[in-house]
């Protein structure tokens, strides 16, 4: 395993002029170092989908990218904050090169274990329930087919709709939110039948 002080990361925040660079080189060096510095490096799967870790922050912070009615200086600012967003928990790596706005807004979207994250980030004001709302977003992929019982799953979906709820009032035009409608739609129908 590499030496989690030589991983570095290139947040999509910072600007060198080349965004389509900076971008490209704040998800790779995230997706390096969920394997190459993970805190559990036997364990660099994700359970319910049995993708790298690194997919799915990879994921909510290409989402955020897309949102147009968000100026383009604080998109990046957020896709970086969310490209990293489990990093503190999952990682070793070094966050020093991430631009202060998102360092700001990852460490609000790390929790302490045995914490109710979404009770938490509705606590923790308005932005950081958005962003929250794309990690929740990202994580109900393949709800229905985790090896759960069904009181978990349905306490999952109850907690993301609870997060989107109080998140949408304050930011209406995201395009996350129909999305989500349907997500929580399709898995709401697919655990119905599966009861």
Known sequence: MKDASNVVVAGVGKNTGNMARDIATGTLTMMLAH???????????????????????????????HEASIPVPKRLIYADALTHHD????????LSVISPEALRLVEQL?????????????????????????????NLFGLDQIDWP????LRRLEKAVRLFAAARPHYPDLYIWPLADALV?????RLDKSA
Not at 150 to 153: C, E, I, Q, Y
């Open 87 to 94: 990093y503190k928990e999952d990682t070793d790596a070094d």
């Open 110 to 138: 790390t929790f302490e274990d045995g914490l109710d994250n979404t009770t938490e980030a509705i606590a923790r004001g308005p932005e950081i329930a958005m962003l929250k709302s794309y990690d929740t977003f990202g």
């Open 35 to 65: 394997d190459q510095a993970s805190k559990t490096p036997g364990n660099r799967i994700r359970k319910g989908d049995g993708l790298p870790f690194g997919v799915h922050p990879a994921f909510t912070g290409f989402l955020m990218l």
């Open 185 to 189: 739609a399709t898995i709401s129908a």
């Open 150 to 153: 069904m009181d978990k799953k």
